[in-house]
């Protein structure tokens, strides 16, 4: 079993920063990726990033260029950090942790992004 925890969650103005941070305990070795998603008031949970075992990442077309997923292995943490933030980036924030037996999910961490 995997227990991620989130952290870094807040409010900002509209064209600032926030960086997000993953850490996981547990299994840790029967992680397979780890991946950021969000839900934002009225919509469904999106993929916004995810990070495999092996280092690849892919990100939501909606955050290209602005979000950068990273790693610290020694630390079993995963980060999110979101520049260029905009108002519809707003939404809860989970991180997730996608093992062969299923994927472990955070309890989620609020980002709101003033205009």
């Known amino acids: 079993q995997v227990h991620v925890v989130e952290s870094g969650g807040g409010l900002v103005q509209a064209g600032g920063s926030l960086r997000l941070s993953c850490a996981a305990s547990g299994s840790i070795f029967s992680i397979n990726a780890m991946g950021w998603y969000r839900q934002g008031p009225g919509k469904q949970r999106e993929l916004v990033a995810r990070i495999s075992s092996a280092g690849s990442t892919n990100y939501a077309d909606s955050v290209k260029g602005r979000f950068t997923i990273s790693r610290d292995n020694a630390k079993n943490t995963v980060y999110l950090q979101m520049n260029s933030l905009k108002p519809e980036d707003t939404a809860v924030y989970y991180c997730?942790?996608?093992?062969?037996?299923?994927?472990?999910w955070g309890q989620g961490t609020q980002v709101t992004v003033s205009s």
């Open positions: 997730a942790a996608v093992t062969g037996f299923g994927v472990y």
